[in-house]
């Protein structure tokens, strides 16, 4: 399926210009391309380049068909970023798209203000190549220590994600985390993915892949956003030959003892958000070290050949 592009145009006008204030102004106007549609109603954001991770600086809404430009107003000289995020009700199968024609702020072009520039370009903004399978991918973004206000563990609410496939490039789907950091792609088809979650000056593992080799698979994906990546891990669960009722783990939260229930496992694991082993114990009976501090952690459940159980443990 050929991907569709829709375009709003961009100029960058030096309007405003005082030596000791260093204020200019961004702004833009909307572009048609008549083969395609008409976008009447998006949010535009503006970032500082030079300072990240990053909010937006400033943000503005376009909701009407009317050809006025967005503005930005008082912008400083420096770098910037500008990301332009579709009414996802009328646009629903576009993804926000950078400056560059990216959905990946590493990969968008910035914009220099200075003294004497003045430019006309296009964004095109990417849309969404709708699958047509029967799997799911869906899962939770959790804080690692992006956010010093925050715990360990805690939902990132309001986060875009967007499910490439590999290779090729196309882009499947577009979710965004609801207020338990929640996400989830339908109708997944048979292939191999990249989960790509757009928070501004941190990079993405870009080595995980989510592989779907059937139809009706539903794979569960925890992303943990620290200060210089975000990582992902699978959540596995428990084999088609196993019953559930054969498993249990608990108590869940813990203090130092875990009770493992199952015939089948030889060794748990215990993994911090990092994705970095802590522990390992072949006792149905775990002791938990007390120098693991308290939080959220992965554990693993192998048998004599490989993963097949997995899942979240809070240590109190």
């Known amino acids: 399926m050929k991907t569709i592009k829709t375009i709003i145009t961009i100029s960058i006008i030096l309007i405003s210009f005082t030596i000791r204030a260093q204020t200019y102004v961004i702004a833009g106007a909307k572009g048609i391309d008549s083969t395609v549609m008409n976008i009447f109603k998006y949010k535009a954001y503006l970032y500082n380049a030079d300072s990240l991770p990053s909010s937006p600086i400033d943000s503005l809404d376009k909701d009407d068909a009317s050809p006025t430009p967005y503005q930005f107003n008082n912008v400083k000289n420096g770098r910037y970023f500008i990301l332009l995020a579709p009414d996802t009700t009328l646009y629903p199968n576009t993804i926000p798209t950078y400056y560059g024609d990216t959905y990946k702020w590493e990969e968008a072009d910035t914009i220099l203000i200075n003294n004497t520039n003045s430019l006309d370009n ?5 849309s ?6 029967g799997s799911i991918i869906s899962g939770e973004i959790l804080e690692g220590n992006f956010k010093p206000n925050k715990t360990e563990g805690d939902p990132i609410p309001g986060v875009d994600i967007v499910l490439e ?18 996400f989830q792609f339908n109708n997944i088809e048979i292939g191999s993915y990249k989960l790509y979650v757009n928070i501004i000056g941190i990079p993405n593992d870009t080595t995980f892949l989510v592989n779907i080799i059937n139809d009706n698979q539903e794979k569960t994906i925890t992303g943990i956003v620290d200060s210089t990546l975000i990582s992902f891990s699978e959540i596995v669960s428990i084999n088609n030959h196993l019953n559930n009722n054969d498993i249990k783990i608990y108590p869940n939260p813990f203090n130092e003892v875990i009770n493992i229930q199952s015939n089948n496992f030889t060794k748990f694991e ?25 939080g959220l952690y ?5 048998d004599s050949k490989n993963v097949f159980m997995s899942g979240k443990l809070i240590k109190k």
């Open 270 to 294: 215990l993994y911090n958000l990092q994705g970095t082993r802590i522990f390992s114990s072949s006792n149905k009976l775990v002791t938990i070290p007390k120098k693991i501090n308290s």
């Open 165 to 182: 496939q590999v290779p090729g490039g196309v882009i499947r789907g577009r979710s965004k985390t609801n207020e338990k950091g929640e």
């Open 128 to 133: 969404v190549d709708i699958p047509l399978g």
């Open 298 to 302: 992965i554990y693993k459940l192998l």
């Open 122 to 126: 296009i964004i095109y903004v990417i």
